[in-house]
């Protein structure tokens, strides 16, 4: 993702301020910005992240410079993992703009929860669990989110401050910040979904796979 797509993600993104309205990190106001505090500063610091492009086949390569097949659509990247307790988190989806509302955010995220929840022998990871996280005011994430078998496990109150978030066009929890904090800074809440191997089994394997084969 980050050598051979960074540059175009950041380029198709920058316009669109409030594709980070909810997130811990961005808006990034230059490519090196998105390189040193996304890229560099988050996925590459950790040994549990994996970032993947989106790329949409069904449309024709989006950049001459670029060797995909088809139409950079966005990023999707699985953080928080761990081997010995077989969970997983979604760190990150980020559709661009002109691929909302398209089969593009359902395939894209179906691909990660089946190779995630799959059995090993299916090809998959064979993990006892997934979580996505999502601030609680993302309504369109967290409707989606559940249309793919997530549940809600609970809210995590004033999980993140976001700093200068009103500068950055961030979207708060509604509150009032504490007495003494930074002018500018704002709270999220943040929304837990969980999906686990036994609802997998149970329905939320096939539910995913109708999603991934909707017009949507």
Not at 146 to 164: A, N, S, T
Not at 175 to 198: M, N, Q, S, W
């Amino acid at each position: 993702m980050a050598s051979i797509h960074g540059p175009e993600f950041h380029a198709l993104s920058s316009p669109h301020p409030s594709l980070y309205a909810h997130t811990p990190w961005g808006p990034f106001d230059t490519l090196a910005d998105f390189i040193t505090n996304f890229l560099e500063g988050v996925v590459d610091a950790s040994d549990s992240w994996m970032l993947y492009a989106i790329i949409d086949k069904t449309k024709p390569t989006s950049s001459p410079t670029s060797d995909a097949d088809g139409a950079l659509a966005g990023m999707i990247g699985y953080s928080d993992a761990s081997v010995e307790h077989l969970r997983i988190h979604i760190g990150v989806l980020v559709t661009l703009p002109a691929f909302q509302g398209t089969h593009v955010t359902a395939n894209a995220s179906g691909l990660l929860l089946q190779y995630a929840l799959n059995p090993r022998e299916e090809g998959g990871l064979g993990l006892r669990r997934l979580q996505c996280n999502m601030g609680v005011a993302n309504q369109a994430s967290r409707k989606f989110t559940e249309k793919m078998g997530c549940r809600l496990e609970g809210v995590v109150r004033w999980y993140y401050v976001f700093k200068d978030g009103v500068r950055k066009g961030k979207v708060s929890n509604g509150r009032e910040i504490p007495k003494g904090a930074e002018r500018g800074d704002l709270g999220r809440d943040t929304a837990v979904y969980g999906l686990c191997f036994d609802d997998w089994e149970r329905g939320a394997r096939d539910q995913v796979k109708k999603m991934m084969e909707s017009k949507l």
